[in-house]
Nanobody
């Protein structure tokens, strides 16, 4: 059974930082793509960052230079370090996993496996 469990969300002032984690169990893919997505109320889910099993990372333009994703294989945990947070970063954040070709700058949202989400709120 594949499970993704996010943690680390919270409320922070603009300019602050948060680190989200996504602990994965039962990964069924030898070549995979991890994706970070967010969804604000009334808006569509959007891709934020992705990390492919070969180490390739991709970031949305809106977070480039501020967010960094990494993977600790020993802990089976994916991280999203978010710095210089802005009020417009406020959203529910999700991690997801699927086959390697899901890592694309078209940011498909049809990943097979998703976490439950963690709320990030940035106050001005």
């Amino acid at each position: 059974q594949v499970q993704l469990v996010e943690a680390g969300g919270g409320t922070v002032q603009a300019g602050g930082s948060l680190r989200l984690s996504c602990t994965v169990s039962g990964n069924p893919y030898s070549s995979y793509c991890f994706g970070w997505f967010r969804q604000a109320p009334g808006k569509e889910r959007e891709g934020v960052a992705s990390l492919r099993s070969d180490g390739t990372k991709t970031y949305a333009n809106s977070v480039k230079g501020r967010f960094t994703t990494s993977l600790d294989n020993a802990k089976n945990t994916l991280y999203l370090q978010m710095n210089s947070l802005k009020p417009e970063d406020t959203a529910m954040y999700y991690c997801a996993i699927d086959r390697f070709y899901f890592c694309s700058d078209t940011w498909p949202t049809s990943y097979t496996y998703w976490g439950q989400g963690t709320q990030v709120t940035v106050s001005s």
